[in-house]
Nanobody, 128 residues
Framework: QVQLVESGGGSVQAGGSLRLSCAAS?????????MGWFRQAPGKEREGVGS????????RYAESVKGRFTISQDNAKNTLSLQLTNLKSEDTGLYYC????????????????????WGQGTQVTVSS
């Protein structure tokens, strides 16, 4: 049974930082999965923030977060992280991690329809 549990959200002022974590279980083998971070603001569609291929650590980011957000992976602990820096009010939203088995190396999708396992989300609120 796959389970993804996000943590680390909170309320910060603009310019601040947060570190989100996603503890994964049931993804076997872990290296066969693409994992992604997504966010959804009230009244808006869910959007991809970044993704990583657990097999070759290829990472990609949405243009809106490049240079500010960093994805990292601890394969030994099956934990995905997202470091958020220089936060802006438009970064406010519910942040989800997601996973999909791919079994190949290369770039992973930033489209939510490309993933079939989802966590419950962790709220990030940035005040200006």
């Amino acid at each position: 049974q796959v389970q993804l549990v996000e943590s680390g959200g909170g309320s910060v002022q603009a310019g601040g930082s947060l570190r989100l974590s996603c503890a994964a279980s049931g993804l076997t083998p872990y290296s066969w999965y693409c994992m992604g971070w997504f966010r959804q603001a009230p009244g808006k569609e869910r959007e991809g923030v970044g993704s990583i291929n657990n097999g070759d650590t290829n990472v990609r980011y949405a243009e809106s977060v490049k240079g500010r957000f960093t994805i990292s992976q601890d394969n030994a602990k099956n934990t995905l992280s997202l470091q958020l820096t220089n936060l802006k009010s438009e970064d406010t939203g519910l942040y989800y991690c997601a996973a999909i088995p791919v079994r190949v190396q290369g770039w992973c999708s930033l489209e939510s329809r490309g993933y079939n396992y989802w966590g419950q989300g962790t709220q990030v609120t940035v005040s200006s």
